[in-house]
Antibody, heavy 119, light 111 residues
Framework: EVQLVESGGGLVQPGGSLRLSCAAS????????MHWVRQATGKGLEWVSAIGTAGDTYYPGSVKGRFTISRENAKNSLYLQMNSLRAGDTAVYYC?????????????WGQGTMVTVSS | QSVLTQPPSASGTPGQRVTISCSGS????????VNWYQQLPGTAPKLLIY???QRPSGVPDRFSGSKSGTSASLAISGLQSEDEADYYCAAWDDSLNGHVVFGGGTKLTVL
């Protein structure tokens, strides 16, 4: 079964750091672009970062310089290192697989992990 | 304020056809493909339509997508109660070194 399972969420103080992980199974992880997408409670979806199969990375301005996406193909794992966290970063964070049919479509999603930034 | 504009809500009765619009600009929908996601309450989003009008395996043909210029639409025919969900459009945006942009989402209610 193709599956993505996130972990690492929790409560962190403003200015703190957190590292999210995403374990992939059921497909050749190294052959796919991977993404992080977040959703604040009751709000819409926001793309957070992407990493290509060659390790190239992409970020929106809202997290650039604070978040770092990485992957470890030998462990079928995706990571998101989040630094200088702010209250506005509070959300459920989903990892998602880039579709082979459209590189900017996300065809497999994890169940999400909750990140709360609060003092 | 989302880059792509969707109506916040839509509704229909079982069996009806409903459409959800998604408006963008030349840097996103105007020059890239559009994808649609369905998010049932309390669950992760699911890819519904990719590359403007393609359905992933397992998505019923009641769902269809189209694009014209800087706008796109999702149509749902033969509306069913289980279609009640939030729907999001998304596209790559070429501005600011490139990024994925989403619509604000449309909550579909089946009356």
């Amino acid at each position: 079964e193709v599956q993505l399972v996130e972990s690492g969420g929790g409560l962190v103080q403003p200015g703190g750091s957190l590292r999210l992980s995403c374990a992939a199974s059921g497909f050749t992880f190294s052959s796919y672009d991977m993404h992080w997408v977040r959703q604040a409670t009751g709000k819409g979806l926001e793309w957070v970062s992407a990493i290509g199969t060659a390790g190239d990375t992409y970020y929106p301005g809202s997290v650039k310089g604070r978040f770092t996406i990485s992957r470890e193909n030998a462990k079928n794992s995706l990571y998101l290192q989040m630094n200088s966290l702010r209250a506005g970063d509070t959300a459920v964070y989903y990892c998602a697989r880039g579709s082979s049919g459209d590189e900017h479509a996300f065809d497999i999603w994890g169940q999400g992990t909750m990140v709360t930034v609060s003092s | 304020q989302s880059v792509l504009t969707q109506p916040p809500s839509a509704s229909g009765t079982p069996g009806q056809r409903v459409t959800i619009s998604c408006s963008g600009s030349s840097s996103n929908i105007g020059s890239n493909t559009v994808n649609w996601y369905q998010q049932l309450p309390g669950t992760a989003p699911k890819l519904l339509i990719y590359s403007n009008n393609q359905r992933p395996s397992g998505v019923p043909d009641r769902f269809s997508g189209s694009k014209s210029g800087t706008s796109a639409s999702l149509a749902i025919s033969g509306l069913q109660s289980e279609d009640e969900a939030d729907y999001y459009c998304a596209a790559w945006d070429d501005s600011l070194n490139g990024h994925v942009v989403f619509g604000g989402g449309t909550k579909l209610t089946v009356l």
